[in-house]
Nanobody
Framework: QVQLVESGGGLVQAGGSLRLSCVAS????????MAWFRQTPGKEREFVAA????????DYADSVKGRFTISRDNVKNTVTLQMNSLKPEDTAVYYC???????????????WGQGTQVTVSS
């Protein structure tokens, strides 16, 4: 089992920045890829960004490319999502996720955090 705990959400004005963190614990050695997803009421959970633990390769949704950056710290078992130039449409609950197999672009994940709210005001 892998446990994931997110932090760093909050309220920010459009154009501002926020940094989300996700700390992984438990059987972290089994985790191959980490990702961030987001969800707004009435909509399906949406992929945001992913990173491979071993080689650091990344993948981003088109909607956040050039604005968000995902990174990892293998020593601290932490994944960070730096969000810049935030827009009101980025408002959502952001979830950290981990998977034990599959390519970087495979969107099915095994473990999920509780989520952290990000609100961007216009």
């Amino acid at each position: 089992q892998v446990q994931l705990v997110e932090s760093g959400g909050g309220l920010v004005q459009a154009g501002g920045s926020l940094r989300l963190s996700c700390v992984a614990s438990g059987r972290t050695s089994s985790s191959k890829t980490m990702a961030w997803f987001r969800q707004t009421p009435g909509k399906e959970r949406e992929f945001v960004a992913a990173i491979d633990w071993s080689d650091g390769n990344t993948d981003y949704a088109d909607s956040v490319k050039g604005r968000f950056t995902i990174s990892r710290d293998n020593v601290k078992n932490t994944v960070t999502l730096q969000m810049n130039s935030l827009k009101p449409e980025d408002t959502a609950v952001y979830y950290c996720a981990a998977k034990v197999s599959g390519s970087l672009w495979y969107r099915k994940y095994d473990y999920w955090g509780q989520g952290t709210q990000v609100t961007v005001s216009s």
